[in-house]
């Protein structure tokens, strides 16, 4: 049984060089599963706010930390603090809470602030919605719009549709991803949830099936828009990971790429046509920007999703709880991405997992998973880059960087050498 460093001492090791205790595939920045060790994790660079945000509410208590489930794609994913490979530069000062950046292709995790922390979504929740349903409806088919559409929260945004308007699915798309449309979300939702009054509950209960379908377990969603609502939750690590699963669809990075789309007329109801524009600012300056989504509520704060291509490398960096002030939350992106692309290509702490990674391994004996269960996820891929993920299991919580510190301690005093360690 590997036991526990006294906080102190591992905050200690930290402060006079705990990178010569470490294996050497393990990051130095890595944090440990453990919270009881929270003093030994690297704090996130963080700007000086201009002004802090007065009347916020307070935010929504989070779910505890799951040793397991928080050490998905690798042990040294698991910390509230800063994670980054060896040798690498310290990231820039950002005012999310939490972040990453991880490669669309290869599933390296390039780095990150809290990757498994809890936190509110607010409209990057569309990304699970399009995730979900986008293959599941033609985008060609024509729909008329319902009163529920416009069930959203008075003054939330809103593209515009209205009850009795007729709109293809391609425009919901383009109003639910440039102008963050809760009305879209929720007719999007509804038809996909078979148009009845019951449609977008069960739509949002496809979301929540596809969030664990793939790995996402510390998403829960409430509303198909990403409006607040008690016990949604996502995490930095899980909007990669649906991100990932967005940009494989071409429809998708059609859509985001849109810079200006057009919402038709209904003469009928005799109201105009307008035009609304992309609020993604990224796409208009940054060379190589493949589009994502913005989001903000007063809980949630700022959230942000994007990806971006160079020399043919694509990266996407995720954010939440950010404030807008020294820079807006696209801005924050596109520091995070810049510091992604400067790090070597074989660069990494971790790895996004896929939904065969998920599916791989049976939860019991007789190879069936019992009912409701969290399947477990396995080793990740071959070629992912260091550090290699390790297991997940019910002993997931084992502090594996401790337990190299530790034999590393005890080799100093006593001539054998130290003995193996379990690794989960």
């Known amino acids: 049984m590997i036991q526990r460093l006294p906080a102190a001492l591992a905050a200690a090791l930290l402060t006079t060089g705990v990178s010569a205790f470490l294996p050497s595939s393990a990051a130095a920045a890595a944090i440990l599963p453990n919270r009881a060790a929270a003093a030994a994790e690297i704090p996130c660079p963080k700007p000086k706010v201009v002004e802090k945000p007065k009347n916020v509410p307070p935010r929504p208590v989070p779910p505890p930390d799951n040793p397991a489930e928080s050490a998905i794609g690798g042990p040294a994913l698991a910390t509230h603090g800063l994670i980054i490979p060896p040798g690498a530069k310290l990231p820039p000062a950002v005012t999310a809470t939490t972040w ?15 990757p498994h922390v809890h936190q509110t979504p607010a409209s990057v929740q569309k990304t699970l919605l399009a995730a979900t349903v986008m293959d599941k409806l033609d985008p060609n088919q024509m729909m008329t719009a319902v009163p529920s559409d416009l069930n959203i929260e008075y003054h939330s945004s809103a593209v515009g549709i209205v009850p009795g308007g007729r709109y293809r699915i391609s425009t919901l798309w383009l109003g639910l991803l440039l102008n963050s449309g809760n009305d879209a979300a929720n007719a999007l939702a509804r038809l996909a949830g078979g148009g009845g009054p019951d449609g977008v509950a069960r739509t949002v209960a496809a979301m929540n099936a596809e969030a664990k379908r793939i790995g996402a377990f510390q998403t829960h969603a409430v509303t198909p828009s990403g409006l607040d609502g008690k016990g949604q939750f996502t995490s930095a690590y899980d909007l990669a990971l649906i991100a990932r699963e967005d940009f494989a669809k071409p429809d998708f990075r059609k859509y985001v790429l849109t810079r200006t789309a057009y919402m038709p007329a209904q003469p009928k109801l005799k109201k105009a046509g307008f035009q609304f524009q992309n609020e993604n600012k990224l796409i208009y300056n940054y060379p190589g920007a493949m589009g994502g989504k913005t989001g903000f509520t007063t809980v949630a704060r700022t959230s942000y999703m994007s990806a971006a291509n160079r020399n043919g490398r694509r990266l996407v960096v995720t954010l939440l709880g950010a404030e807008t002030r020294p820079q807006r939350g696209w801005q924050q992106g596109e520091a995070l991405l810049n510091w992604g692309f400067s790090l070597p290509r074989d660069a990494s702490v971790g790895t996004l997992v896929t939904p065969q990674d998920v599916a791989a391994k049976p939860t019991t004996e007789s190879g069936a998973a019992p009912a ?27 502090a594996v960087v401790l337990a190299a510190l530790l034999i590393r301690l005890r080799a100093t005093r006593k001539p054998r050498p130290p003995r193996q360690q379990p690794t989960s």
């Open 372 to 398: 409701g269960a969290r399947p477990a996820v396995p080793e990740a891929r071959a070629g992912s880059g260091p550090p290699r993920p390790l297991e997940i299991a019910a002993g997931a919580s084992v």
């Open 100 to 114: 990453m950046v991880a490669d669309l292709d290869t599933g390296q995790v390039l780095g990150g602030c809290g």
